[in-house]
């Protein structure tokens, strides 16, 4: 069983920062791919950032060069940083975690999602 947590979310005015935090714990063999979605009042869904075990990032062009993801490998956690925030910044952030669970199986990744954390940005 795997547990994904996040933490950091909050209430912030536009232009400040949030740091969300993200821990995968549980029967983990490997976890390749980390990152965070989220889930906008609209009920929209957007891939926010990635990185991947080897280092590798994408980010959201709404959130490019305003958030920095990084990673620790040997904690299982990954980190969002996010500046200059803006109203439309506001939603649930969803943190997600490519498990392989077996090392029988090494590549063989499902993914795995936390409870999410609410950003609420006013204006």
């Known amino acids: 069983q795997v547990q994904v947590v996040e933490s950091g979310g909050g209430l912030v005015q536009a232009g400040g920062s949030l740091r969300l935090s993200c821990a995968a714990s549980g029967s983990i063999f490997s976890i390749n791919d980390m990152g965070w979605d989220r889930r906008t009042p609209g009920k929209q869904y957007e891939l926010v950032a990635s990185?991947?075990?080897?280092?590798?990032?994408n980010y959201a062009d709404s959130v490019k060069g305003r958030s920095t993801i990084s990673r620790d490998i040997a904690k299982n956690t990954v980190y969002l940083q996010m500046n200059s925030l803006k109203a439309e910044d506001t939603a649930v952030y969803y943190c997600?975690?490519?498990?392989?669970?077996?090392?029988?199986?090494?590549?063989?990744?499902?993914?795995?999602w936390g409870q999410g954390t609410q950003v609420t940005v006013s204006s």
């Open positions: 990185i991947t075990s080897g280092g590798s990032i």
């Open positions: 997600f975690a490519d498990v392989a669970l077996d090392s029988r199986y090494p590549l063989r990744f499902t993914r795995h």
